[in-house]
């Protein structure tokens, strides 16, 4: 099982409101991550933690703010975000032990729109 | 910090024939290179990786072959099928002493159509 499950689907916010999105993933793996991805672009690295704790931060705008209560779950707290920030926002995850150590695992992800 | 550069960046092909993907990178210190497939509406899949002490790595119709002399990789796919279609990425992870360490970077994706 290699499956990275990402709520909801689809987000249309305005400009000042506040939103989280969720990730949850229950394969053991104590390496998440947060990506953004524009149309027809790869995905773009946001965030990484390691065992819970926040262990890159690709200079992302304050107005998004990660968290990782426990082991499965990832969120991004999503604040006065801007048209521009619409995107798919992908999670994954990936084992830190083991033969499958470097593999990464993505989410369906989540469409955000921004009014 | 690493480069990974991905040709072609579109690749139309009748079914039944091969399809090739190619990509180079500029680290030495990567050591790890997943290809992912991305369909419509959906997040990248993992589908075949290759790490930098193996040349070659075969899974059914998928093959990656590896040269890091010239520092690039290549995705093989043989007897194409219109569910083949999607988006595919190369990616490499720089291993420990890269400016990049444990970060995957990605190439800029090829899209790839398979003709009935």
């Known amino acids: 099982d290699t499956e990275v499950t990402q709520t909801p689907k689809h987000l249309v916010m305005g400009m000042t409101n506040k939103k989280s999105l969720k990730c949850e993933q229950h394969m053991g793996h104590r390496a998440m991550y947060w990506y953004k991805q524009k149309a027809k672009k790869p995905p773009e690295l946001m965030f990484v933690y390691s065992y819970e704790k926040l262990s890159i931060n690709e200079s992302v705008p304050s107005r998004f703010s990660p968290e990782c209560p426990n082991s499965s779950l990832l969120n991004l707290h999503l604040h006065a975000l801007q048209p521009e920030d619409s995107a798919l926002y992908l999670c994954?995850?990936?084992?830190?032990?083991?033969?499958?150590?470097?593999?990464?695992?993505f989410g369906p992800g989540t469409r955000l729109t921004v009014t | 910090g690493e480069n990974v550069e991905q040709h072609p960046s579109t690749l139309s092909v009748q079914e039944g024939d091969s399809a090739v993907i190619k990509c180079t990178y500029s680290?030495?210190?990567?050591?790890?290179f997943p290809w992912y497939k991305q369909e419509l509406g959906k997040g990248p899949q993992l589908i075949i990786d290759i790490r930098s002490n193996v040349g070659e790595k075969k899974d059914q119709r998928i093959a990656v072959t590896l040269n890091k002399t010239a520092k690039h990789f290549s995705l093989h796919i043989t007897e194409t099928q219109p569910e083949d279609s999607a988006v595919y990425f190369c990616a490499a992870r720089v291993g420990a002493g890269g400016t990049s360490y444990g970060k995957l970077t990605f190439g800029q994706g090829t899209i790839l159509t398979v003709h009935p």
């Open positions: 994954a995850s990936r084992p830190t032990l083991g033969t499958r150590e470097y593999e990464q695992y």
């Open positions: 680290d030495s210190a990567s050591n790890y």
